[in-house]
């Protein structure tokens, strides 16, 4: 939680230097197109912020902090008066200092940025409001040198979340309890479930310990970030012989690669 972080994995929080890391690491992965970046200095007004969002509102992009965890507006199905209240709200999360608010020591010190991009897919109005939105699943591979030790699928984050575990490489389910309920009915196996086990692999090489998370669209797989502290460490698992397995795993894949684990 703590550190010491390296400046490598302190970029790799950042959500717009982030993509290009996972390029720079396999070619093969696709990213969201950064539409505009604005950088929020300690004068820079709310004013500004909002000249800079308008110009995107009602298209397919996203806004969101990309130096923090959360924070996202969805411009595509919003009007202007439910982005000016969303604005402000970010506006005050993104001046904050993140590090603060969990002791997350990998973004102490991160520039705050606002990042626009396109969204993925469109988003789809589930409500007579228009304020939820069902981005595609996340599939979060928990991963340690290269070596991808399980898969967590999160649907509905935004509205009805869901949440399961599942092993690889044969995608078989964990039947542990979690955070949030089962989908119902389970997740099939993904269409590009062998190419994300292998940009996981890539992704996660120059790391003791990231969960990749990534998304799998008819076109191919996308990256949506890297995470070193997973919920801020605040929501261990349940199961304690699966937690020790996890981390007996992780120390094992770090030792092989020479990093001396004690």
Known sequence: MTGPWTPFEKTCVDKESA????????????????LSVLTLYPDTPLEQVGKFIYPFVGKNAVAKPTHTSGGVIFLGGANVQVVVQQTLEMFRFARRDYFRNEYEGQYRGLRPKILVEECLPSPIPSGKDGLWYHPPPDFRFYSSRGKVLFCQYDEGRFADHRQALFNVPDHRHIPIPNQFPLPDPLPEKPAHWGEMLQ?????????????????????????????????????????????RKLLEEVLEASKKKGIGVP
């Open 199 to 243: 940009i996981a692999s890539e992704l996660s090489g120059p790391f003791d310990f990231v969960r990749v998370d990534l998304y799998d669209l008819p076109d191919g797989v996308y990256f949506s970030e890297f995470t070193f502290t997973p919920n801020a460490t605040f929501f261990p698992f349940r199961d304690g012989r699966f937690s």
């Open 19 to 34: 993509k290009l890391i996972a390029v720079s690491l396999s070619p093969r992965i696709q990213i969201a197109r950064t």
